[in-house]
């Protein structure tokens, strides 16, 4: 007896179900629900009966039309997965319409593309129907764990990159990318979701799907886009680069034309930075040399040094005169002998001219610890002796190993000891001072004098603790208290408690002020604890910054150990309530002759803190101005607005209804109005217009009075000067202003090539009265011309504007 299993494992995604999603426990279960689910489009299965049923198995396509049967009971019996075939058994009746709910349509259904998903817990089968592209409403998907039903608008025109990223069938893809952003034919698909298209199939090596994209694209508008986006031109390349895909890049370059000095400038360094590969090099390099810009040819050579690829540098190299001392300045900088070595096979005789031509070379292969092409640059006599001093002034981290072939080489040039010594100290190099101390070159009032100049305060400033440590080890000169200071302005708390510890100096009475300064409430703990006989002093202003920033555990710490100066500022109250710090407002509130002024709450409800404003209602006499609900106003606060305008008296302005609309907020304005005492001012279409909120014009038109909003041509041209065609087209239908020639005028003066595409389209103007400057004559003469022509190119324009990718010319 053969077990038919459940009904019902199956699910129409639309309602001619174009996508059925079945499930099973197995293969076998879920290809029986998919059959299942088929006939029930056809006929609903549940006016089927099988009380006297024919039993038949059921092979490939045995089922025909003159003998139809409807199955309610299948059960699959095998499955050939290498060739494809599933044999079953199923028990059905014959089709009687006098008897079967019957669907839409009879037929047998196709699929151009089926998704199995086996997992622990079920199958999912994913069917699209062969008329995919006229019929299809929903694409049902697992993404990531996560289910989605997506629609096919939405699929087309947003997320093309799934389709490839997942790798659907080819024939889909191939179907679905000819007609990508034809769902409409008058519009074309949004730029980002063709951009992710091409960047997905770069990704998966998908050359073909590339061409598909850019050769089938209606009117060859996407050619036309990657001409003219650099932006776009760059992404592509380096995604290309990042992948290794020297194919794609190939054809981007050779047969699309995206070979711009600048995007092979982004592909090469993105090549350098991540895989290195020379092929994708040599092929963004054939480029940059022929560019007539020098600068562009000098910006590739620090990544082709990075690459040590003799071959590809040269190509540089030969570029022009100017290249090749820039080229040998950047080997010296990175330590690329091998390069240096090609340059002087390659230049012979002129190659010592060449190096010494690029300035102090010695200087600055020590500057960058190359310590093998500084040898070289030795052996080869390339330095110069009267600049022994100065190739010895060290860094903090210049390698000692420098510092010792420099001086193996220089040591009779040598001038100046002391300088060095004192260049040593200043730079915290703690070796190369030891080393040069070693040498036994000055006497010790010499020496003397190299310490006399507070190092000690040079090393506590620049945070050199190791300098620091060896100076009180090692040398007795007398210390200032500026140590102390130094050292917490460093921020170094080790540093700090060494000189606690160690040195009898001490610290003045900034020391603690300095240590709040750097925000280390640990460092400031630290000194009040271990530094005693000191009056701490406390800056105004310094208050006034810890407020301003929230520094509430600081402020506690001040008002707990150190005596204040002078009160707390008006202003430190005003930043504490503005910025939303109602804790330090209540410290400051306990602390005695705290100044306050009415602009306190007047700040705290221009940035929306009722709490703050509800606290200071409550336990200050200061109150508020008109400010205050005309800050909120301004902000879109409106429970701030409505909270003052119940309790407090001092009400608002017609400034505040300003505010309101001028920052779009309907809602504030609404409420403003319905309780105001005065309208709005004269300027509120104005700003309204100017500030392009469209919402607010709205309320504006339908709450204020005729006389208030009886020049709407004013708006009209600022929304055309903003390209806000919604607007326009709203005030053109409701009557209240006339689309003219001004109109026309200012949005092709601000390049809204929206807003004149829609004026020449529907034949608002007669553009041979315009007088535009030099590139709208030419757009005037195109349009005269060959209108269709012109507002086919319009459309170019308004949507190259839109994406900001440079103007386009006639």
């Not at 049902?140 to 990159?161: D, T």
């Not at 090393?459 to 102390?484: C, G, I, Q």
């Not at 750097?518 to 400031?524: F, G, I, M």
Request: charge should be negative; hydrophobic fraction near 40%; include cysteine.
């Amino acid at each position: 007896m053969v077990d038919y299993g459940q009904l019902n494992q199956f699910e129409y995604l639309d309602h001619t179900a174009d996508i059925m999603f079945v499930w099973g426990d197995n293969l076998g279960v879920a290809f029986e629900q998919m059959a299942l689910a088929m006939m029930n489009y056809m006929v609903e299965l549940d006016s089927v009966h099988l009380d006297q049923h024919q039993e038949d198995e059921i092979k490939e396509h045995t089922i025909n039309v003159e003998e139809f049967l409807v199955f309610k009971e299948i059960k699959v019996l095998s499955i050939d997965k290498i060739n494809f075939k599933i044999t079953a058994t199923g028990k059905g009746v014959e089709l009687d319409k006098s008897k079967h709910t019957t669907g839409t349509e009879i037929k047998a259904i196709t699929y151009s593309c089926m998704k199995i998903e086996e997992k622990p817990e079920k199958t999912d089968i994913y069917l699209l129907r062969n008329k995919l592209f006229n019929f299809v409403n929903w694409i049902h998907c697992i993404v990531l764990k996560k289910q989605y039903s997506l629609s096919w608008q939405c699929m087309i025109n947003e997320y093309p990159e799934l389709l490839i990223d997942y790798r659907f069938d080819d024939r889909y893809l191939y179907e679905y990318l000819s007609k990508f952003g034809d769902a409409n034919k008058h519009e074309q698909p949004p730029f980002d979701r063709l951009k992710n298209a091409m960047l997905a199939a770069i990704r998966q090596n998908r050359l073909d799907l590339i061409e598909t994209i850019i050769n089938k694209q209606p009117g060859l508008w996407h050619s036309e886009i990657i001409t003219f986006h650099q932006a776009y031109q760059e992404e592509l390349c380096v995604t290309a680069a990042a992948y290794e895909r020297e194919d794609i890049l190939r054809y981007l370059i050779d047969s699309v034309g995206v070979n711009s000095t600048l995007v092979m400038l982004a592909t090469l360094k993105s090549t350098v930075a991540t895989n290195r590969n020379l092929n994708i090099a040599r092929q963004c390099c054939k480029f940059i040399v022929f560019d007539e810009y020098i600068s562009n040819i000098i910006m590739a050579i620090a990544p082709v040094i990075k690459l040590n690829d003799s071959d590809i540098f040269m190509m540089l190299y030969n570029c022009s005169a100017s290249i090749k001392p820039i080229a040998i300045k950047g080997i010296l900088k990175t330590g690329t002998l091998d390069l240096l070595n090609v340059v002087k096979e390659f230049e012979k005789k002129r190659f010592s001219e060449l190096v010494m031509s690029v300035g102090d070379c010695i200087s600055t292969a020590a500057k960058y610890n190359q310590l093998e092409i500084l040898q070289y640059l030795l052996e080869n006599q390339l330095g110069k002796k009267e600049n022994a001093d100065k190739y010895l002034s060290c860094r903090s981290d210049t390698n000692f190993e420098i510092i010792q072939c420099l001086y193996d080489y220089y040591k009779d040039s040598i001038v100046s000891y002391p300088l060095l010594i004192s260049k040593a100290i200043v730079s915290g190099n703690v070796r190369v001072l030891e080393f040069l101390l070693s040498l036994g070159r000055l006497s010790d009032d010499e020496k003397s004098k190299c310490f006399a100049t507070n190092p000690m305060n040079y090393a506590a400033k620049n945070n050199h603790f190791d300098m620091l440590k060896w100076l009180h080890y090692n040398r007795s000169e007398p210390v200032t208290k500026s140590v102390m200071e130094e050292a917490i302005l460093s921020n170094n708390m080790a540093m700090v408690q060494f000189l606690v510890e160690n040195r009898t100096e001490g610290c003045t009475n900034k020391a603690i002020q300095y240590a709040l300064e750097v925000r280390n409430l640990e460092l400031a703990q630290y000194l009040f604890d271990n530094i005693s006989g000191v009056n701490w002093q406390m800056r105004n202003d310094l208050l006034e910054t810890l407020c301003y920033n929230g520094c509430l555990d600081i402020i506690r710490f001040v008002l707990e150990y150190i005596p204040l100066e002078h009160s707390f500022s008006r202003q430190a109250m005003i930043y504490s309530a503005a910025n939303g710090f109602l804790e330090i407002l209540k410290l400051i509130h306990q602390s005695p002759n705290s100044g306050s002024t009415f602009k306190t709450m007047d700040a705290a409800a221009a940035n929306g803190h009722l709490d703050i404003v509800v606290w200071l209602n409550e336990n200050r006499t200061e109150g508020c101005s008109v400010s205050a609900i005309d800050g909120a106003a301004g902000k879109g606060h409106l429970d701030v607005v409505k909270w003052l305008y119940f309790n407090r008296s001092e009400g608002f302005s017609s400034t505040g209804m300003d505010n309101a609309l001028a920052n779009g907020h309907t809602d504030v304005l609404e409420f403003l109005y319905e309780n105001r005492t005065q309208d709005c001012s004269p300027r509120s279409i104005q700003l309204a217009a100017e500030y392009g909120h469209l919402n607010v014009l709205k309320w504006l038109i339908a709450n204020q009075s005729d006389d208030d909003v009886n020049d709407l041509q004013f708006p009209l041209r600022e929304h055309a000067k903003r390209g806000d065609l919604e607007a326009i087209k709203y005030l053109y239908e409701i009557g209240r202003a006339n689309i003219d020639h001004s109109t026309l005028e200012f949005a092709t003066i601000y390049d809204r090539f929206n807003v004149v595409l829609w004026i020449l389209e529907n034949h608002f103007v007669k553009v041979d009265s315009l007088d535009f400057g030099p590139f709208n004559n030419a757009l005037l003469d195109s349009y005269r011309s060959d209108p269709n022509k012109t507002l086919l190119k319009l459309k170019k324009l308004s949507y190259c504007q839109i994406n900001n990718i440079p103007n386009i010319s006639f």
